[in-house]
């Protein structure tokens, strides 16, 4: 098994990036870009301008060649929840709503499929609908 790490951290990586937005072309300012194969995963930040750049190690530090399902993961609108003064006032759980249809949040139904490989047309945008 180590030797199988060792190789595939030894690969010459793709350094990936684009924007995620919606069909009408608002974007999507946050959550994270997720590419998953059989035994890897990358995942890249979204940014409040919408960009991302994937990782293995790092946001940016690029992608081993292969073929990857994304996904996105942590695109949440939380709502603030005050502090609790006392003891007494209940304790109360942020409010979750979800960015984006649930769909694009699992790696089994979202969908979208890339092949990494040199040369491929960069930017990769992604498009996620609405929730």
Known sequence: MI???SLLGCQKRVYIYGK??????T???KGTVCFQSEQLLAQGDIQANGNYRLGMNKSGDGVV????????SGALDIEEVPLRQS???PIVDPKK????HP????????GLNCNVEK??????NITVEYP
């Open 20 to 25: 995620v937005t919606y069909p009408d072309g």
């Open 103 to 110: 769909k694009f949040m699992s790696p089994q139904t979202s």
């Open 119 to 124: 040369g491929m047309k960069l930017p990769y």
């Open 97 to 100: 709503t979800p960015l984006i």
């Open 3 to 5: 030797c199988v790490i």
């Open 27 to 29: 974007l999507l300012k």
């Open 65 to 72: 060649p292969g073929s990857y399902t994304i996904y996105v």
């Open 87 to 89: 003891e007494r006032d």
